[in-house]
Structures are given as structure tokens and as C-alpha cells.
């Protein structure tokens, strides 16, 4: 079984940061993590995000997401609210090397998508033992 | 001025009653009760914004990952019902670090504040929020009422 590298999510309360410029409220996307030989890849929903109005960035092992929402065009008044509408932001410390030139991200139907490759060395080689 | 609105005496009611559901929904889905598979079936999915003005109704759920084909929106004169099913995506030879999202099919019955034309029904599905704006009756709509001065 390959080692497994930790993904350590860090929550944006624990983490001393310069306020955003921006008030309001940010919401926390749900996201699910996998990995496989090859990459660690991550899979965040954020409803009414679009490709243009994400900020993916990644830097010293941080990954940071923001996602900018759309104001909804709901006309006229609230008649009852079950969720809030925000933009949409997490931070993730990626225990493991990256391949930094080969991060690609996808965003579709309000689903983020990011592949992070794993360094070339890092991946598991398998050696051949030759019989003499 | 404002206009004559109908008395709703149960509206206030009806509105905390959707807000208690929908604080036991959020407390057992975050406490991790909610498992993949039962995730739809047991809490109140997807939660639902309504709005309105004169004439129409609207109505908003976030639906990330899902196409219009995906689901299934009904009216009928006063229940609006939404379903659907969300397939996960499982990469190849993948080992799950965290899994947050939910999947699986839903079905959810909302009652609509006023009464709808079910013909007069328009739904969008865009970066996975739904937006629907559903026309009221005529008899739902507020009339304003001509005060003659004697």
C-alpha cells in the first residue's frame, strides 16, 4: 500500500490572517479529498460560482480557495430563506510535493475540480528484482 | 403607502416551523449522522429559498454538480416538488482523504406560499443553482384596491 501523505485541512478561524477587504459572511464549501498514485485531487461544490470568479491559489503548501457568488437575482421580496448566500472560502495544507507547474483546475455546474500531480519523486516506483 | 397584503395568520408559524426543520437538518447533517447513502432520503434536501413579488412566485436551491435533465420540477397548484439524483464521481484507484459532499436520489414537497398557474412555470439550472419563477393565480395576485374619497 502506497504511504499516505496528510491533507490537513487548517480552518480559517485558526489561521491569523489579514481581514478580507470584503464584509460578509464566508461560507465554507463542502469538499471531498482523494488521492491517488498520481495526484491528490480535490472536489469542492460551491453553487453559484462560475469559472472567472474562483481565486485558486497555491503556495508553500497551501491551498486557498475563494469563490466569488453571483448575487442572486431573486426578484422581489423574501418570502422564506433556508440557506444563506455568500461566497464560498477554505484553506487546505497540502502535506505533500506538488508539481506546481502541472496544477490544473475545472469548474463546472458550480463544482470545483483541482488536480494537484504529485512530484515525480514521490511517486511510488516499483523496482524489479532481477534473479541472478 | 403600502399595499393591502392578505392576512396569513399560520405565516408566522409555517416560518418558524421551516426554520426548526431546517436547524435539525443542519445540526444531524453536520454532526456527521448524514452517510453518503442516506444522504437525501433523511434530511430536507435540497433547502429552498422562496421569494415573491405582485405577480409571481420564485424559488431557489443550490444543486451543485446537477444539469437541468438531471431532476425533475413539478407544480401543481400549491406544491412545488423537486427531484432528483446526484451521481458520485469516483476516480480510478482513489483513497478517500475526506468526503463532505453528499449523493443519491432526493425528493422533497415544498407547499408554496401562494397559489401557482402550473402552465405558467420557468426553471434555469446555471453553476448549479435552480432558480424558478412560477406565475401566481389570478386570484393569488394582490389587487390594490381604489380608495374613493367622498
New interface residues.
Given amino acids: 500500500m502506497a504511504e ?1 501523505t496528510a ?1 490537513s ?1 487548517k480552518e480559517s478561524s485558526e489561521v491569523v490572517a489579514s481581514e478580507p477587504t470584503r464584509g460578509g459572511v464566508y461560507y465554507s464549501p ?8 498520481d495526484e491528490v ?1 480535490l ?1 469542492c ?6 469559472p472567472q470568479d474562483l481565486d485558486v491559489r497555491f503556495e508553500n503548501g497551501e491551498l486557498t480557495l475563494l469563490g466569488k457568488v ?1 448575487p ?12 444563506g ?1 455568500g461566497d464560498f472560502y477554505r484553506l487546505f495544507t497540502i502535506g505533500t510535493d506538488v508539481d506546481n507547474d502541472k496544477i490544473s483546475a475545472v469548474c463546472r ?3 470545483l475540480s483541482i488536480h494537484l500531480p504529485k512530484s515525480e519523486k514521490l511517486k511510488p516506483k516499483r523496482i524489479t528484482v532481477k534473479t541472478d | 403607502m403600502s399595499m393591502l397584503t392578505r392576512w396569513q395568520p399560520f405565516r408566522e408559524m409555517r416560518r418558524e416551523m421551516r426554520r426548526f426543520r431546517r436547524e435539525m437538518g443542519d445540526f444531524f447533517g453536520r454532526r456527521g449522522l448524514e452517510l453518503p447513502e442516506w444522504s437525501g432520503a433523511v434530511i430536507s434536501y435540497p433547502p429552498v429559498n422562496f421569494s415573491g413579488d405582485g405577480d409571481f412566485v420564485y424559488a431557489e436551491a443550490e444543486l451543485p454538480g446537477l444539469r437541468l435533465q438531471d431532476i425533475e420540477v413539478t407544480v401543481a397548484d400549491n406544491q412545488l416538488t423537486l427531484k432528483g439524483k446526484r451521481e458520485p464521481s469516483l476516480p480510478a484507484k482513489a483513497e478517500w482523504h475526506r468526503r463532505e459532499r453528499t449523493f443519491g436520489s432526493f425528493e422533497r414537497a415544498l407547499t408554496l406560499p401562494e397559489s401557482v398557474d402550473p402552465a405558467k412555470v420557468e426553471a434555469r439550472l446555471e453553476n448549479g443553482v435552480l432558480t424558478i419563477k412560477m406565475a401566481k393565480h389570478e386570484m393569488a395576485k394582490s389587487k390594490r384596491i381604489t380608495v374613493k374619497a367622498e
Fill in positions: 499516505t491533507v485541512p463542502r469538499v471531498d479529498i482523494y488521492e491517488t498514485d485531487g472536489l461544490d460551491m453553487p453559484g460560482v462560475r453571483q442572486r437575482r431573486m426578484s422581489g421580496e423574501s418570502i422564506d430563506e433556508e440557506y448566500v455546474d458550480g463544482v
